[in-house]
């Protein structure tokens, strides 16, 4: 295998959910430059479209709209839908929200819907794609976009942060447990990245907030590409002996 072949998605099959916006929309969009086939999954199927239209070879690639938190609804698509497209040799899991929140509202309901979100609906499916029917000969990679707040505090992510940090958590567990199924299991842990979620932040609506938080970056902010190119680096044989890694992509946020 050349150097090149290695970072080379040809002939892999990969799920990317959260494909219909931001960094998971461009996770895709670079996927196909790099030749794999990809499932798109998220809700939203216009948006989903739009993705694949974006993409090399865009009648390569498969659609499946899905709702995570719908546990039953997930693994009737899984069966019904992914499994004859057969082995799978990758997974991004970009869906995710994130909030600003003081200490004083966060009820068990909001952290049940963070939870729901950014942590259940993920396992789950992983826990459904890593059944012996889509493992591969050659092994595959499992990727969790996570973030810094996983990692470090901020004020008024308390939610955020726990979501985050169960997912690097859990992330070292399930690679060791994996690892005789020859699966990878990294996450990916960006900084402040500019996505439709992040324009949408509390901090992007005051000018002076917004500053601050960029100060903070001393690269500046990110770019979804920023973070797209870490995934499938994960994706592809050159990380082959990469498992049970938090990467932070993150312009420099958590060095200070």
Same mark, same amino acid.
């Given at each position: %295998?050349? %150097?090149?072949? $290695? ?11 959260? @494909? ?7 996770? $895709?969009?670079? @996927? ?8 798109? @999954? $998220?809700?939203?199927?216009? /948006? ?16 499946? +709209? ?20 057969? /082995? ?42 890593? /059944?012996? +029917? ?8 499992? +990727? ?24 690097? !958590?859990?992330?070292?567990?399930? @690679? ?5 199924? /020859? ?5 990916? =842990? ?6 439709? %979620?992040?324009?949408? !932040? ?25 973070? $797209?190119? !870490?995934?499938?680096?994960?994706? =592809? ?20």
């Amino acid at each position: %295998m050349s %150097m090149l072949d $290695a970072f080379s998605l040809n002939g892999k099959t990969i799920i990317i959910t959260g @494909a219909s916006s931001g960094i998971g929309r461009q996770c $895709a969009i670079l @996927a196909s430059q790099l030749g794999a086939r990809v499932i798109l @999954a $998220a809700r939203n199927l216009e /948006k989903l479209e739009y993705t694949k239209s974006l993409m090399e070879r865009s009648d390569e690639h498969f659609i499946c +709209v899905m709702d995570l938190m719908n546990f039953e609804q997930v693994e009737n698509i899984v069966s019904k839908t992914v499994q004859p497209l057969g /082995k799978i040799n990758g997974i991004i899991h970009a869906a995710g929200i994130s909030t600003t929140l003081p200490l004083r509202n966060c009820t068990h309901t909001k952290m049940d819907d963070y939870f729901n979100t950014n942590v259940y609906g993920s396992v789950n499916l992983s826990r459904l794609l890593t /059944k012996p +029917v889509f493992l591969t000969e050659n092994g595959s990679s499992i +990727v969790f976009i996570t973030s810094v707040m996983g990692v470090v505090g901020e004020v008024g992510k308390t939610i955020y942060s726990l979501t985050k940090g169960a997912l690097i !958590a859990g992330t070292k567990s399930m @690679a060791l447990e994996l690892a005789p199924k /020859k699966i990878r299991v990294n996450c990916v =842990s960006p900084g402040v990245v500019i996505t439709p %979620m992040s324009n949408n !932040a509390v901090y992007s609506q005051d000018e002076t907030s917004l500053e601050k938080i960029k100060s903070n970056h001393p690269l500046g902010f990110g770019n979804p590409n920023d973070v $797209a190119y !870490a995934c499938l680096f994960l994706m =592809s044989d050159a990380s082959r002996w990469i498992t049970g890694s938090n990467m932070i992509v993150d312009g420099g946020y958590t060095a200070k």
